[in-house]
């Protein structure tokens, strides 16, 4: 066989460690996707007592999820690949993708934990003993605000931190959340070995070591020159002493960070040879896995959190809203991101209320109004807001002449929360320059083409979907691959190079024009509304 049947027999895995699920995506060469799997952490693992992947504590800000959950996780997710069928001995490369900004706490025993792991354990048996902070602080966690104000001053302020690193401070970047735990419990901080993302810790796991984090996650942690891609040691020394050491490396997502562990050998089957590349972030994957390419191509993703982000060319830093992240599949590119905590369980909330927990029920009743919801525009606030900040949690519904009203039809109240949710996208990615084309619409209530019809119609671009909602996974698959091209060539190959096979998307949402300006019109009350919820 030569070489280039020999890529054919390849295969590459894509895992997403995500907010309420670990998920495996395998593809071939030709980018079909081959074996998939899931673990959904309340059902698979209910001995954690997460709820949608998250603890919330009772202070309404903090969120943390059991970082030993994500180990029990990879070994059962490993288990349903192989009840699968899933040949793991042709996986030449496995990359990851993580949620963004959570953090996990190793002690100096992690490593050698990690180095020596024993085929002939569970993984969970052999890593329980050695996380620092028990509960990781996730992406969800809004409780850092005195750290935020603390290192924004420190920096030059919101402009400065936002130039430096991409954003300014935001809640859950992991520096703030760094801050937090140095302060409260400077015990834990100074038991801490290594600081890891969670896509870094992930990617720890199957190296059998601390692997380093890339430059596109680890954009999101208010720490990371954004243009030299490596630490910022103002951002670092205002943070917590010798943080450096515990945060290891940078390096870029395409990098190969280590083989395969004789743990996945041995227990699972995979070859020796296999590589890790880095593993990233969701949101970066994500990118990865739509080929947005060319700058402005924009996509929002429909997952726990609601997102939309497109790729850039020149990053332009705002000190009120959006993020700029180093590109994760091209070293001299950038993306735009902008994150909505009140997303998936916000919408799940509403059907749980209105449509006794269908969505068939909750698109029937989507039908029946029209749009604009005869002049109805509803907050629907079941965590504390990142965009735009609002810490309060609650429903605010105001009628047509802008009256609050306390309660709108269960019909109204479904129409209220998916227009409202896609109203505030456009309001506030429009502010940081977004206005697409087109959209690709990817994440979990993607395949729902009544939620997906609206986001056309208040965007008024036509809407594209791929055929795997799950971007994240198909991305970190694309990785793999195209880390594994750039290693076979000891250069980097371009991402559109290494992948050859077209992408597979198909439309699933047409704008209409009526509504679109039905809904442009709607734009100036919902932003004067915003202000009197966020009492801006
Ligand atoms: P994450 O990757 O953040 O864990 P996913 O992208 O897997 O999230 O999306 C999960 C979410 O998708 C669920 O919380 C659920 O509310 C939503 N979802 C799944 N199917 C539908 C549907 N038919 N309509 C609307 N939302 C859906
Ligand atoms: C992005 C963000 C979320 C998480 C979880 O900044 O906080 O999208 O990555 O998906």
């Not at 735990?181 to 015990?187: D, F, L």
């Not at 990371?224 to 515990?246: F, I, Q």
């Not at 525009?377 to 519904?397: D, H, K, M, S």
Request: proline share 7%; with cysteine; net charge neutral.
């Amino acid at each position: 066989m030569n070489s280039g049947q020999r890529a054919k027999e390849h295969l590459f895995l894509g895992l997403d460690s995500s907010t309420q699920s670990l998920k495996a995506c395998v593809i071939d060469a030709r980018l079909n996707v081959v074996h998939e799997a899931a673990v959904n952490f309340d059902a698979d693992l209910p001995e954690f007592g997460t709820e949608g992947g998250v603890h919330r504590h009772p202070d309404g800000l903090t969120v943390t999820s059991p970082p030993l959950m994500w180990v029990a996780a990879l070994d059962l997710l490993l288990e349903r690949l192989r009840q699968a069928g899933c040949p793991a001995g042709r996986i030449a490369a496995v990359s990851g993708s993580g949620q963004q900004h959570g953090s996990v706490w190793l002690k100096a025993e992690a490593r050698a934990a990690l180095r020596g792991l024993d085929p002939a354990r569970p993984l969970r048996a052999q890593l329980e003993g050695v996380f620092s902070v028990p509960e990781s602080p996730v992406w969800m966690d809004s409780s850092t605000g005195p750290q935020c104000a603390e290192r924004e001053r420190a920096l030059g302020g919101a402009q400065a931190l936002a130039e430096l690193t991409g954003s300014r401070a935001y809640e859950r970047f992991t520096g703030n959340q760094i801050a937090k735990i140095y302060q409260t419990a400077p015990e834990r901080y100074a038991a801490t070995d290594r600081i890891a993302l969670v896509s870094s810790f992930m990617a720890s796991l199957w190296v059998g070591d601390y692997a380093p984090i890339d430059a596109a996650d680890g954009s999101g942690m208010n720490l990371m020159n954004l243009r030299a891609k490596d630490w910022a040691p103002a951002a670092l020394e205002c943070t917590a002493p010798e943080l450096r050491r515990r945060l290891g490396p940078i390096m870029p997502s395409h990098a190969v960070v280590g083989k395969v562990h004789r743990y996945y050998v041995e227990r699972w089957g995979f070859a020796g040879h296999g590589l890790v590349i880095a593993f990233s972030g969701d949101n970066p994957c994500s990118l990865a896995g739509l080929r947005l390419l060319r700058p402005g191509e924009t996509a929002i993703s429909l997952g726990t959190s609601d997102t939309i982000f497109a790729s850039l060319a020149e990053p332009r830093p705002s000190a009120t809203e959006g993020h700029v992240f180093a590109n994760p599949v091209d070293p001299e590119g950038y993306m735009a991101l902008l994150c909505h905590k009140n997303g998936s369980l916000t919408r799940e909330h509403v059907r749980n209320e209105c449509a006794g927990g269908s969505w068939d029920t909750f698109n029937a009743l989507l039908a029946r109004t029209p749009p604009g919801n005869e002049g109805r525009i509803g907050f629907y606030l079941r965590e504390p807001e990142i965009t735009p900040p609002i810490l309060r949690t609650g429903t605010f519904r105001f009628d047509g002449q802008d009256r609050p009203v306390e309660r709108f039809p269960p019909e109204a109240d479904v129409r209220a929360v998916v227009e409202g949710q896609f109203l505030s996208m456009r309001l506030h990615s429009g502010r940081i320059g977004l206005r697409p084309a087109r959209i690709l619409a990817t994440g979990g209530a993607s395949t729902n083409r009544a939620i997906v019809k609206v986001m056309a119609d208040v965007f008024g671009a036509p809407v594209d979907a791929g055929e795997q909602p799950n971007s994240a996974a198909v991305g970190a698959a694309y990785r793999a691959l195209h880390g594994w091209r750039c290693a076979e060539q000891g250069a980097f190959v371009r991402f559109e190079k290494a992948l050859t096979a077209p992408a597979r998307v198909a439309r699933a949402a047409e704008p209409d024009r009526a509504a679109h300006w039905l809904y442009s019109a709607m734009l100036e009350r919902y932003a004067a509304l915003e202000k009197t919820v966020s009492g801006g």
